[in-house]
């Protein structure tokens, strides 16, 4: 399954293990990365993600993330990235719930 997230963390944070972990757990993932509230603004007005994944450490603080959210009026789950390893069970978890 291709799951299309927008992760919104800093450039400076390689994607990769994230790629990895996703890919183990029979995911492959689609990102499409943002640090700044203009970059999230133009992302969410594109649309189309299943997940939206939030670094703390992204510059961008999680007030202004639920602002934006909710300015564009979606329901995409927001999962805050804690361990990559348990980033696979938390994105499936995110997506069975929103499709009940």
């Not at 996703?22 to 970059?39: M, Q, S």
């Amino acid at each position: 399954m291709t799951v299309r997230i927008l992760l919104v963390r800093s450039w400076a944070h390689p994607i990769a293990p994230l790629r990895t972990a996703l890919a183990a757990a029979g995911l492959r993932a689609r990102f499409v990365r943002v640090d700044i509230e203009p970059a999230v603004n133009a992302a969410l007005g594109r649309g189309g993600f299943d997940v939206i994944v939030f670094d703390a450490g992204a510059g961008l603080s999680r007030a202004t993330l639920d602002a934006c959210i909710r300015d564009h009026e979606t329901e995409t789950p927001v999962i805050e990235l804690g361990l990559v390893d348990d980033l696979a069970a938390r994105i499936t978890a995110a997506l069975r719930a929103t499709r009940n």
